[in-house]
């Protein structure tokens, strides 16, 4: 599993986090007996990104930082936007775009000078 990148004690991270697990259980039919497939569920609504402070979005490509707007999240470092779809970031390399002309709206929002 560490070895492949597998997700692991995904339960016990949410639970670290804050996150409420309402349901965590194996499935009742499992593909492969090495692998078996499970659920984590987690409560969306009692957690929050702005109640956490101390998360900071990073940007998946690069690692810097990354400004939360309505609009996208942007990093001030790359220029790279990612955008938010229906109040889903899509926060995945392959949804990257350049858009260095972004700064300047979250910056307005801000009032960063």
Not at 36 to 58: C, F, H, N, Y
Not at 80 to 96: D, N
Not at 100 to 112: L, Y
Request: glycine fraction near 8%.
């Amino acid at each position: 599993m560490r070895k492949n990148g597998y997700v692991r004690d995904l339960k016990k991270a949410a639970e670290g986090l804050g996150a409420p697990v309402t349901d965590y259980r194996l499935f009742d039919y499992c593909g492969n007996p090495l692998n078996p497939s499970g659920l984590v569920l987690i409560d969306k609504a009692g957690m929050t990104s702005s109640e956490r402070p101390d998360i900071q979005w990073r940007c998946p490509l690069t690692h810097s930082a990354l400004v939360a707007d309505a609009m996208g999240f942007y990093s001030n470092d790359t220029g790279i936007v990612y955008p938010v779809l229906a109040g889903v970031p899509l926060l995945r390399s392959s949804r990257a775009v350049v858009a260095s002309s972004f700064e300047n709206i979250v910056s307005k929002k801000m009032n960063i000078k």
